[in-house]
């Protein structure tokens, strides 16, 4: 067995680097009856997943994810791809891996930051298809982030049955499985804007992106502010950011933002299409949102970031003086 090793980042998720592995796997002569194997998170899933489907016109591979995100998100269903600079996820297909195995044991050697960004993930699940998981996170998300292993057993075996159940019914995204991108179009948004770099990792963008959907639902009048603040309560307990006022830089401004939503993959006929909520455990896909509510809520969420970014800056000032 050969191995290549990648750099860690959502900046792998790239053409050169594409690139590089398809041709790596040509020059140690890849066969179609050949196996990949995908040991890393959910970058290197993507990728390699990417270069298995595309290669001598589809190559079986394993995805052997070593992330939290990756264990009950990216290597459930079948998509692979890169990234784009015009947004996230624009170039892929659908390619599923023979078989997945996620060891619980290996998320002990991540970062606390690497762990808790998959955790928003986890949120999401119990937001978009189950209330009791999510009153569940609420009881034990302390000890899932303890590193409690029954509790972490629960967390990714729930998260994987609500993925592959809504996948089982729509797996190419026709239907019900674009309520899995709850948060994603603010996410992939805001990823763009921060150059897909460490400044916000992929589940910390999910979080902030799953409260800014309900937040955008509360304003409508479609779900509850209560709904919205209990969000808000338990990923803050979590020591999670909600909003971007812990992204650190500068962002682009609200008209910005939703021109960088208006590259997602959802957008049909030049419409955007967002997932909001009903309540806790209920979100719908919808067309009909208003562009100004859109705006509105961006505006008010970036006041917020400039805010603690020229506290931020003041309090530095402060310091070298």
């Not at 909001?276 to 949102?289: H, K, M, N, Q």
Request: with cysteine.
């Amino acid at each position: 067995m050969v191995a290549l090793t990648l750099p860690a980042g959502e900046a792998t998720k790239s053409w050169l680097y594409l690139t590089q592995t398809v041709e790596w796997l040509l020059q140690e002569r890849v066969e179609r009856c050949d196996v990949m194997i995908a040991l890393g998170g959910g970058v290197i899933g993507d990728l390699v997943g990417f270069a298995a489907a595309i290669l001598r016109r589809g190559i079986r591979f394993v995805q052997i994810p070593t992330s939290l995100l990756a264990q009950v998100d990216s290597s459930v269903g079948g998509k692979t791809g890169i990234n784009a600079p015009q947004g996230k996820n624009l170039i892929g297909t659908f390619h599923q891996p023979i078989h997945v195995l996620a060891d619980t044991d290996v998320l002990a050697t991540l970062t606390p930051r690497d762990f808790m960004a998959g955790y928003g993930e986890v949120v999401k699940y119990g937001l978009l298809g189950d209330e009791v998981f999510f009153d569940w996170l609420e009881t034990h998300g302390a000890a899932v982030a303890a590193g409690d292993m029954a509790a972490r057993v629960h967390a990714v075996t729930r998260s994987v049955e609500i993925k592959a159940g809504i996948v089982a019914r729509d797996e190419t995204e026709q239907g019900d499985r674009a309520l899995l991108n709850l948060g994603h179009t603010f996410c992939h948004a805001l990823e763009a804007a921060t150059g897909y770099s460490d400044r916000l990792l992929h589940g910390e963008g999910v979080a902030i992106g799953c409260v800014l959907a309900f937040e955008l639902s509360a304003r409508l009048g479609l779900c509850a502010q209560e709904d919205t603040s209990r969000v808000r309560a338990h990923l803050r307990a979590m020591v999670m950011e909600t909003d971007l006022s812990g992204i650190p830089g500068s962002l682009p401004d609200a008209d910005a933002l939703l021109a960088l939503m208006a590259q997602d993959k959802k957008v049909i006929d030049g419409t955007l299409r967002f997932i909001l909520a009903r309540r806790i455990g209920e979100v719908f896909v919808t067309s009909d949102v208003p562009r100004d509510a859109v705006r509105g809520i961006l505006a008010d969420a970036l006041a917020w970031h400039g805010q603690a970014l020229s506290s931020y800056c003041s309090g530095a000032t402060s310091s070298f003086q």
